[in-house]
């Protein structure tokens, strides 16, 4: 379909876009409910206290996930595979905080009281995965 001369989106367009913006961020926020639910502390309660710690480790691993969600968007033509893999980009983060628990059976306890480096340690390590994980994808 040609779009008009005024350069107006045909609705396809739009409505894909308007799709995929909000499933992506429903997404991410679905992420970030599942994974604060599996982790053993209550991170929205430390970061509203100013606990840094699991505030890192949190963000990293949103912004992981969101790497994998965006690169989803990008390289699946079918929003059921764009779908499904971004509840495998969910599952590949999870299982990254339950092996970096077991690496470092302390995480749970030093991310609660604000141990900054282990904070940013886990956060990174779910950026990195978060970045392989969605350069997969491609």
Request: proline share 4%.
């Amino acid at each position: 379909m040609i779009a008009p001369r005024l350069g107006i989106m045909p609705m396809d367009a739009f409505y894909n876009y308007v799709l995929h913006l909000f499933s992506g961020l429903l997404m991410v926020g679905g992420f970030a409910a599942i994974y604060m639910w599996v982790t053993p502390f209550h991170e929205l309660a430390l970061i509203r206290q100013g606990v840094v710690a699991p505030a890192l480790s949190l963000g990293g691993a949103v912004i992981g996930f969101s790497l994998t969600v965006a690169s989803s968007i990008l390289h699946n033509d079918h929003y059921l595979l764009f779908l499904l893999w971004c509840v495998s980009g969910l599952s590949v983060q999870v299982l990254t905080y339950a092996l970096l628990a077991r690496a470092f059976p302390r995480l749970p306890v030093q991310l609660a009281s604000n141990n900054v480096a282990a904070g940013a340690a886990a956060g990174v390590v779910s950026l990195v995965v978060g970045i392989v994980n969605a350069a997969c994808m491609s």
